[in-house]
């Protein structure tokens, strides 16, 4: 079975910041990509950043300069490193792991980070 389970949201005050983390389980993680998404109330999910199984990253805009995705694959874990937050980057975050071939993706079940003004 399948399972990713993230970890590290909660409330925190603009400037700040906050590690999140998700780990996989019952996949070969060395072999995925794994992303970041986020769904703020009222909007649609959208890609935050990208990690592929070699190392590759990819960020939205918007967070270019502030987050950092890494990868653990002994751990099989995936981090978001979020710094200088702000208000509009609360959401409900989720992880997914995507396996290229056959085409699978798997989401975990989200962790919500509230960034107050």
């Known amino acids: 079975q399948v399972q990713l389970v993230e970890s590290g949201g909660g409330l925190v005050q603009a400037g700040g910041s906050l590690r999140l983390s998700c780990t996989a389980s019952?996949?070969?993680?060395?072999?995925?990509?794994m992303n970041w998404y986020r769904q703020a109330p009222g909007k649609q999910r959208e890609l935050v950043a990208g990690i592929t199984s070699g190392g590759s990253t990819k960020y939205v805009d918007s967070v270019k300069g502030r987050f950092t995705i890494s990868r653990d694959n002994a751990k099989n874990t995936v981090y978001l490193q979020m710094n200088s937050l702000k208000p509009e980057d609360t959401a409900v975050y989720y992880c997914n792991a995507v396996r290229p071939f056959p085409p699978v993706i798997y989401w975990g079940q989200g962790t919500q980070v509230t960034v107050s003004s």
């Open positions: 019952g996949i070969i993680f060395s072999s995925h990509s």
